[in-house]
């Protein structure tokens, strides 16, 4: 009986004891993006011609100036491993620097620290040394280059090549050509993950980068209308287990929804939900959707790889810049006035997003510099809580300008179009797509939920041309369709993710001739679904509306840590607006606050008290600007 006691008292206490190692882990894990990550990014001013001496200089201003309001990344954006010589760009072939073994490493010319195998070993000591975390910006996949190269892949658990099934493989044998990057084609391409060999060579790329002293990989054109879940996952899967620890952000992610973001947001850390944010009013004015959108999903601060995941609204292209897809350093400053400069860092704040800094900070001003280490704006992006769009929200112009415009939502709008757009294929708005008949030869596959219009949504069908010499296209694209907006035979729709081809562009002609390529190929599935079998992606038709910058008024709301509620007023109008809401109003959305005790009230970016009077706030809102309202 005394045996089977302590027997018994043995079991528990191995039981609670591995119960309170497992808490620790979990407590340890869970460090990991507990806020939203904050930093420097190189492209918005550099694109990506920046130099070891350029970017460490900048990494060395970020520690001096920016380091102390939290902003820890430094990260070097896209093409590093590219040579600086004529006829290099964005999508050039042949020109990028690749290890023997396929993997891409930093131009020696630009980053002369590299030379010798060292790779960013050295630039990450001295950002490391700076008291700075150090991060890299990497395509999809495996390079093109090093396919054609067809260069062995590395066993990281031998130290050799990677043999499997009695045989070396190599990067031709991993690389899916027809999944190339759609805006770098002639850059990179899937990797086949269901291959031990194409798991071997992720696997090398991000033990090499740990090894490099790496905190923060960038992953691009695997998200959004790129979307590739298998790379992610395994890629999360190789992070997971690195004993030296780095952050996962995707990037960008044009067409991302809530229902997408679901599926990666705890394998990585950031991702994009927007396409690339530039320094126009229509770019910042753009956000306030998806914003509202993945906040109403309860995505900010979701779980994620080892800890939290953020949606992310794009760098902030403040200060010193260059011009989008540029091959050419800083040389201009940021376009937006600085009321719209204001809004964009108040809804980045209010949405919680991420907040990377993309300006030289050689030429950092003063206003640009006490716009992004605001303290209230950073406590309410680090530490607020119940971060949503708040609609009771009133605007009129003021008395001396009636030709102002008001409203939450308002736009100019132009005719409605309708689109052909990817989403996930579990979104309910994938599914509606049926065949009709159109003679013995030809079918058509319509969008069941565009009948009642004049002129149903079809497309033509068309078995793909596949000939019998090309047995990997035969067998992995038999019973897949090519789609013409015609009946002509000889065009097909280029509906890649990249390019969104309208009802209006196909009467122009607007088609591309029919090519045996993964991008163009269909498969309808029996729930209903057109599969596109280069993303994976399914087909779907918005009815959308051609539309050019909203305006009207937006509203957001938080709460911070001591008891404090954010108030965030937007007008997105052309002329001055009066917003105005009522405390009572925020019992709607915030259940626990005591709107009757809150009696101060501090409009951020004025410095100046705001009035309180009979329940009410009301505030005139520049053109395009933000007031940032703290209720105590």
Same mark, same amino acid.
């Given at each position: 009986?005394?045996?089977?006691?302590?027997?018994?008292?043995?079991?528990?206490?191995?039981?609670?004891?591995?119960?309170?190692?497992?808490?620790?882990?979990?407590?340890?894990?869970?460090?990991?993006?507990?806020?939203?990550?904050?930093?420097?990014?190189?492209?918005?001013?550099?694109?990506?011609?920046?130099?070891?001496?350029?970017?460490?200089?900048?990494?060395?201003?970020?520690?001096?100036?920016?380091?102390?309001?939290?902003?820890?990344?430094?990260?070097? /954006?896209?093409?590093?491993?590219?040579?600086?010589?004529?006829?290099?760009?964005?999508?050039?072939?042949?020109?990028?620097?690749?290890?023997?073994?396929?993997?891409?490493?930093?131009?020696?010319?630009?980053?002369?620290?590299?030379?010798?195998?060292?790779?960013?070993?050295?630039?990450?000591?001295?950002?490391?040394?700076?008291?700075?975390?150090?991060?890299?910006?990497?395509?999809?996949?495996?390079?093109?280059?090093?396919?054609?190269?067809?260069?062995?892949?590395?066993?990281?658990?031998?130290?050799?090549?990677?043999?499997?099934?009695?045989?070396?493989?190599?990067?031709?044998?991993?690389?899916?050509?027809?999944?190339?990057?759609?805006?770098?084609?002639?850059?990179?391409?899937?990797?086949?993950?269901?291959?031990?060999?194409?798991?071997?060579?992720?696997?090398?790329?991000?033990?090499?980068?740990?090894?490099?002293?790496?905190?923060?990989?960038?992953?691009?054109?695997?998200?959004? /209308?790129?979307?590739?879940?298998?790379?992610?996952?395994?890629?999360?899967?190789?992070?997971?287990?690195?004993?030296?620890?780095?952050?996962?952000?995707?990037?960008?992610?044009?067409?991302?929804?809530?229902?997408?973001?679901?599926?990666?947001?705890?394998?990585?850390?950031?991702?994009?939900?927007?396409?690339?944010?530039?320094?126009?009013?229509?770019?910042?004015?753009?956000?306030?959707?998806?914003?509202?959108?993945?906040?109403?999903?309860?995505?900010?601060?979701?779980?994620?790889?080892?800890?939290?995941?953020?949606?992310?609204?794009?760098?902030?292209?403040?200060?010193?810049?260059?011009?989008?897809?540029?091959?050419?350093?800083?040389?201009?400053?940021?376009?937006?006035?600085?009321?719209?400069?204001?809004?964009?860092?108040?809804?980045?704040?209010?949405?919680?997003?991420?907040?990377?800094?993309?300006?030289?900070?050689?030429?950092?001003?003063?206003?640009?510099?006490?716009?992004?280490?605001?303290?209230?704006?950073?406590?309410?992006?680090?530490?607020?809580?119940?971060?949503?769009?708040?609609?009771?929200?009133?605007?009129?112009?003021?008395?001396?300008?009636?030709?102002?415009?008001?409203?939450?939502?308002?736009?100019?709008?132009?005719?409605?179009?309708?689109?052909?757009?990817?989403?996930?294929?579990?979104?309910?708005?994938?599914?509606?797509?049926?065949?009709?008949?159109?003679?013995?030869?030809?079918?058509?596959?319509?969008?069941?939920?565009?009948?009642?219009?004049?002129?149903?949504?079809?497309?033509?069908?068309?078995?793909?041309?596949?000939?019998?010499?090309?047995?990997?296209?035969?067998?992995?694209?038999?019973?897949?369709?090519?789609?013409?907006?015609?009946?002509?035979?000889?065009?097909?729709?280029?509906?890649?993710?990249?390019?969104?081809?309208?009802?209006?562009?196909?009467?122009?002609?607007?088609?591309?001739?029919?090519?045996?390529?993964?991008?163009?190929?269909?498969?309808?599935?029996?729930?209903?679904?057109?599969?596109?079998?280069?993303?994976?992606?399914?087909?779907?038709?918005?009815?959308?509306?051609?539309?050019?910058?909203?305006?009207?008024?937006?509203?957001?709301?938080?709460?911070?840590?001591?008891?404090?509620?954010?108030?965030?007023?937007?007008?997105?109008?052309?002329?001055?607006?009066?917003?105005?809401?009522?405390?009572?109003?925020?019992?709607?959305?915030?259940?626990?606050?005591?709107?009757?005790?809150?009696?101060?009230?501090?409009?951020?970016?004025?410095?100046?008290?705001?009035?309180?009077?009979?329940?009410?706030?009301?505030?005139?809102?520049?053109?395009?600007?933000?007031?940032?309202?703290?209720?105590?």
């Amino acid at each position: 009986m005394k045996i089977f006691t302590l027997c018994i008292f043995y079991l528990i206490s191995q039981l609670l004891l591995n119960r309170l190692a497992s808490t620790s882990l979990c407590n340890a894990q869970a460090t990991h993006a507990v806020t939203p990550p904050r930093g420097w990014n190189s492209y918005d001013s550099f694109c990506w011609t920046i130099s070891e001496e350029e970017f460490l200089k900048n990494a060395e201003l970020v520690s001096q100036r920016l380091h102390a309001h939290g902003y820890e990344y430094v990260v070097v /954006d896209y093409l590093w491993y590219r040579r600086k010589v004529p006829g290099a760009y964005t999508d050039a072939s042949g020109f990028d620097v690749i290890d023997e073994w396929g993997r891409m490493v930093p131009d020696p010319d630009r980053w002369p620290s590299s030379k010798g195998g060292k790779g960013f070993t050295e630039v990450a000591k001295k950002v490391h040394s700076m008291g700075l975390k150090f991060g890299i910006h990497v395509m999809r996949g495996i390079s093109a280059q090093a396919v054609n190269a067809d260069t062995p892949i590395l066993d990281t658990t031998k130290g050799v090549a990677y043999i499997e099934g009695g045989r070396k493989w190599t990067a031709s044998d991993v690389g899916l050509k027809e999944r190339k990057c759609v805006w770098m084609p002639h850059g990179f391409m899937s990797v086949n993950t269901k291959l031990g060999a194409g798991k071997a060579f992720l696997r090398s790329l991000y033990e090499q980068y740990a090894e490099w002293g790496v905190d923060f990989v960038k992953n691009d054109c695997v998200f959004g /209308d790129d979307l590739d879940i298998e790379e992610i996952s395994f890629v999360s899967e190789v992070l997971r287990k690195l004993s030296h620890p780095i952050l996962y952000s995707l990037s960008p992610g044009t067409s991302v929804t809530p229902a997408m973001a679901k599926e990666i947001s705890g394998l990585v850390n950031m991702y994009r939900i927007t396409g690339d944010d530039w320094d126009t009013w229509g770019d910042v004015a753009a956000h306030f959707d998806v914003a509202r959108d993945f906040a109403a999903a309860k995505m900010i601060g979701s779980r994620g790889l080892l800890g939290l995941s953020w949606p992310d609204l794009d760098m902030l292209p403040l200060g010193w810049l260059t011009d989008p897809g540029s091959n050419e350093g800083p040389h201009r400053k940021c376009n937006l006035n600085l009321d719209e400069q204001r809004t964009q860092i108040t809804l980045w704040a209010m949405a919680k997003s991420p907040l990377m800094f993309g300006g030289d900070m050689r030429k950092l001003d003063d206003t640009t510099y006490n716009l992004i280490t605001n303290p209230t704006a950073l406590e309410i992006n680090a530490f607020s809580s119940n971060n949503q769009e708040f609609p009771f929200v009133t605007g009129s112009p003021p008395k001396s300008d009636p030709s102002s415009h008001s409203g939450h939502e308002k736009y100019y709008r132009r005719p409605q179009t309708s689109s052909l757009a990817l989403v996930s294929c579990k979104e309910t708005k994938a599914k509606g797509w049926v065949v009709q008949s159109v003679d013995q030869d030809l079918d058509q596959i319509c969008w069941k939920n565009s009948f009642e219009l004049e002129a149903p949504f079809c497309l033509y069908k068309i078995k793909a041309r596949v000939t019998s010499d090309e047995e990997v296209y035969a067998t992995k694209y038999y019973g897949k369709t090519h789609l013409l907006a015609t009946n002509r035979t000889a065009l097909c729709i280029d509906a890649s993710p990249k390019k969104r081809l309208t009802s209006k562009e196909f009467k122009r002609g607007s088609l591309s001739p029919c090519k045996r390529d993964a991008n163009q190929m269909w498969d309808l599935r029996i729930n209903g679904t057109l599969v596109n079998s280069y993303s994976g992606l399914c087909a779907t038709i918005k009815t959308v509306e051609a539309k050019a910058v909203p305006e009207g008024i937006r509203s957001w709301i938080a709460t911070g840590r001591k008891g404090e509620v954010y108030l965030a007023f937007f007008n997105l109008n052309q002329g001055k607006t009066i917003m105005t809401m009522r405390l009572s109003n925020l019992g709607k959305v915030l259940p626990g606050v005591k709107f009757r005790a809150l009696s101060r009230c501090r409009e951020v970016w004025s410095s100046r008290g705001c009035h309180i009077s009979k329940g009410s706030i009301s505030i005139d809102v520049k053109a395009h600007g933000a007031a940032l309202l703290v209720l105590t």
